[in-house]
């Protein structure tokens, strides 16, 4: 009779051929493989990290990871070989594959298989894959801000907005200006850095040309990008890089010439400017007066200013030919000013100088007609009374 050893009921080929195919005994624990994570998000720069473990009694062999499947599979980690960015959370660990992925780049992105395998005869082979875990690499783009002038710019020549956003990953970034919601034409908008990197920022100029009208007016910059579920804006409003300057206009009350004594009232308008801030002041004959009645400031439809002052005086000997001049000071800027003479319909005549008749003034008294008819014709008299005396006495002779 052969021999046998009896080993839990079985023989010894029988307990040898169960060890070779690692086929577990009596209260063993089935070998499993987990992957917990089936979706995680991540933004450029972050740390990934990427959950695996197993259980039971694993055949002997190596646990790597992978990313994506098919011909495109990438090895992402494995004990031998050099991943410089790739770390075990836990080294040494026989039950714990946990990885972390430092300094996270857009082209992360995709499905992380963690795979086990098993020693044989021919090398490792592959006996058992996790779930998959999808990685989502997305930024978080900034707010974008957009900066005007450094400082008021009048209606005419182009001015400079800019539109600056940071954040965004991949690069297809697009960049729209709008004024009151009508596009505007811009150049293309420049991603930095131009380089490849984790995350990059956006710049874009446009050039607009500002009117009177745009007191009111909002220029608005629209970005889109393939990680946003609505476009980011910034809004810009005109009014803080415009300035309109005053339209300057001196009225007289009456209209000049003025009979003397007579009070005369001026009139200055100061029309049409942007923004608000304005002083009118008035001098006479280049001296500033603390006189003058200035009317509450009005706003115009458009959004512009108009501010008016009055000043009344009286028309005097001393004040014919005075120059009045009204004077505006807008926005800090260079002093504008508008003036008029008063001119008096009958002056005095000039201090050492008397009138000795009626004639009006710069008339010569010899340039009279009637005057020198009447010496011609006491003349004729005179020597027709000579005549007529000397005949006379010529008879009597």
């Given at each position: 009779?052969?021999p046998?050893?009896p080993?839990?009921?079985?023989?010894?080929?029988?307990?040898v051929?169960?060890?070779?195919?690692?086929?577990?005994?009596a209260?063993?624990?089935?070998?499993?493989?987990?992957?917990p994570q089936g979706a995680?998000?991540?933004s450029?720069?972050?740390?990934?990290?990427l959950?695996?473990?197993?259980t039971?009694l694993?055949?002997?062999?190596?646990?790597k990871w992978f990313?994506?499947s098919g011909?495109?599979?990438?090895?992402v980690?494995?004990d031998v070989?050099?991943?410089?960015?790739v770390t075990r959370?836990?080294s040494?660990?026989d039950t714990?594959f946990?990885?972390?992925?430092?300094d996270t780049?857009?082209?992360?992105a995709?499905?992380?298989?963690?795979v086990k395998f098993?020693m044989?005869?021919?090398?490792?082979e592959?006996?058992r894959?996790?779930?998959?875990?999808?990685v989502?690499?997305?930024?978080?783009p900034s707010?974008p801000?957009v900066?005007?002038?450094?400082?008021?710019?009048?209606p005419?020549?182009?001015?400079?907005?800019?539109?600056?956003?940071?954040?965004?990953?991949?690069?297809?970034?697009?960049v729209?200006?709008?004024k009151?919601?009508?596009?505007l034409p811009?150049?293309q908008?420049?991603?930095?850095p131009a380089?490849?990197?984790v995350s990059y920022?956006v710049?874009?100029t446009v050039g607009v040309?500002?009117?009177?009208?745009?007191?009111?007016?909002?220029l608005?910059?629209q970005?889109e990008?393939?990680?946003l579920p609505?476009?980011?804006?910034?809004?810009?409003n005109?009014?803080?890089?415009?300035?309109?300057?005053?339209r300057?206009?001196?009225d007289?009350a009456?209209?000049?010439?003025?009979?003397?004594?007579?009070?005369?009232?001026f009139?200055?308008r100061?029309?049409?400017?942007?923004?608000?801030?304005?002083r009118?002041?008035w001098l006479?004959?280049?001296?500033?007066?603390?006189l003058?009645?200035?009317?509450?400031?009005?706003?115009n439809?458009d959004?512009?200013?108009?501010?008016?002052?009055?000043?009344?005086v009286?028309?005097t000997?001393?004040?014919?030919?005075s120059?009045?001049t009204?004077?505006?000071?807008?926005?800090?800027?260079p002093?504008?000013s508008a003036?008029?003479?008063l001119?008096l319909?009958q002056?005095?005549?000039?201090?050492?100088k008397?009138?000795?008749?009626?004639t009006?003034?710069g008339?010569?008294?010899?340039?009279?007609?009637a005057?020198?008819?009447g010496l011609?014709?006491e003349?004729?008299?005179t020597?027709?009374?000579?005549?007529?005396l000397?005949l006379f006495?010529r008879?009597?002779q």
């Open positions: 009779m052969a046998s050893t080993v839990s009921g079985l023989s010894l080929p029988c307990l051929l169960l060890l070779l195919l690692e086929i577990p005994g209260g063993a624990e089935e070998f499993q493989l987990l992957q995680v998000s991540v450029p720069g972050e740390t990934l990290t959950i695996c473990s197993v039971g694993p055949p002997v062999g190596p646990v990313k994506d011909s495109g599979r990438q090895l980690y494995a070989g050099s991943f410089p960015r959370a836990v040494d660990s714990d946990t990885i972390r992925i430092s780049r857009p082209e992360d995709g499905i992380y298989h963690c098993r044989g005869w021919g090398g490792a592959e006996i894959s996790g779930a998959g875990t999808d989502f690499v997305s930024a978080r707010a801000s900066s005007g002038p450094p400082s008021r710019a009048e005419g020549p182009p001015v400079t907005f800019t539109c600056t956003s940071g954040g965004f990953s991949p690069t297809d970034i697009t729209t200006w709008l009151n919601g009508a596009k811009a150049p908008p420049r991603v930095l380089n490849e990197s920022s710049s874009s040309s500002l009117t009177a009208g745009d007191t009111r007016s909002q608005t910059c970005i990008h393939s990680t609505a476009p980011l804006r910034a809004t810009y005109l009014s803080d890089a415009l300035r309109v300057p005053p300057l206009r001196v007289t009456p209209a000049a010439p003025v009979a003397l004594n007579e009070s005369v009232t009139t200055c100061a029309e049409g400017f942007y923004p608000k801030d304005a009118l002041t006479e004959n280049g001296n500033e007066m603390n003058g009645k200035s009317s509450p400031l009005a706003e439809p959004g512009t200013y108009t501010l008016q002052s009055s000043l009344e009286k028309a000997e001393q004040r014919n030919q120059v009045f009204c004077r505006v000071v807008h926005d800090s800027q002093p504008v003036s008029v003479t001119r319909s002056p005095s005549p000039e201090p050492g008397h009138a000795t008749s009626s009006p003034a008339q010569s008294l010899f340039s009279s007609p005057l020198w008819i011609f014709l003349k004729v008299l020597a027709a009374f000579l005549l007529f000397f006495l008879s009597k």
